[in-house]
């Protein structure tokens, strides 16, 4: 059964603290994708990946930092520079870049 | 600056009647289209997308139209049912360069009332 999975579903964490949020696929894509979505607000684009070892800023970088040290895993850390870390995250992965299939997403709660 | 829009941020619509949403964009790069639609606490579905070598594209109840010229595209559901209250996310992407990543736009909650 492919998909992508995002584990915890809500997690939380005191200011000042580093988290890391998992993000595995096997629908076997290339390219995986995290995104951060506020009330009010459409999907904003942190970092992306399309090869293994090799990934770029998106639009909102600052304060996340990532891997892809396998094809199926991208993990998100958001750090303590972070300003306002609570949001809904989501990761996503394509294979040609066009249609993005999306995990059930994180909710993060920084207090 | 927000090169993909949804001016609406809200859409109520009876059951069996059509629903509307609408999907401004500014960069002429942009070339392929798609619509996401949401539940919450939930990743969004992909639901239907069309080229820039079409105008129209049809799946079922769902019909996604392009007006390049007014870079405009709008998605018609019909007819309308309950499960389809949602979040509906228009999105767009480019070919190459900076518009080859997906932009979304802000989103249309669409309520289908009884």
């Known amino acids: 059964d492919g998909g992508i999975t995002q584990s915890p579903k809500y997690l939380f964490r005191k200011e000042g603290q580093n988290v890391t949020l998992s993000c595995e696929q096997n629908?076997?894509?290339?390219?995986m994708y995290w995104y951060r979505q506020d009330p009010g607000q459409g999907l904003r684009l942190i970092y992306y990946?399309?090869?293994?070892?090799?990934?770029q800023k998106g639009d909102i970088a600052e304060g996340y930092s990532v891997s892809r040290e396998k094809k199926e895993s991208f993990p998100l850390t958001v750090t303590s520079a972070q300003k306002n870390p609570t949001a809904f995250y989501l990761c996503?992965?394509?294979?040609?870049?066009?249609?993005?299939?999306f995990g059930p997403g994180t909710r993060l709660t920084v207090t | 600056d927000q090169q993909v829009k949804q001016n609406s941020p809200s859409l109520s619509v009876q059951e069996g009647r059509i629903s509307i949403l609408n999907c401004d964009y500014t960069n002429s790069m942009f070339d392929y289209f798609l619509w996401y639609k949401k539940y919450p606490a939930e990743g969004p579905t992909f639901l239907i997308s069309i080229s820039s070598i079409k105008d129209k594209n049809e799946d079922g109840r769902f019909t996604v139209f392009l007006n390049k010229s007014a870079k405009h595209l709008s998605l018609h559901i019909v007819p309308s049912q309950p499960g389809d209250s949602a979040v509906y996310f228009c999105a767009a992407k480019g070919s190459w360069g900076t518009a080859s990543k997906l932009t979304f736009g802000t989103g249309t909650r669409l309520q289908v009332t009884l």
């Open positions: 996503a992965s394509a294979n040609d870049g066009y249609e993005q299939y």
């Open positions: 990946s399309q090869i293994v070892n090799d990934f």
């Open positions: 629908l076997n894509h290339d390219a």
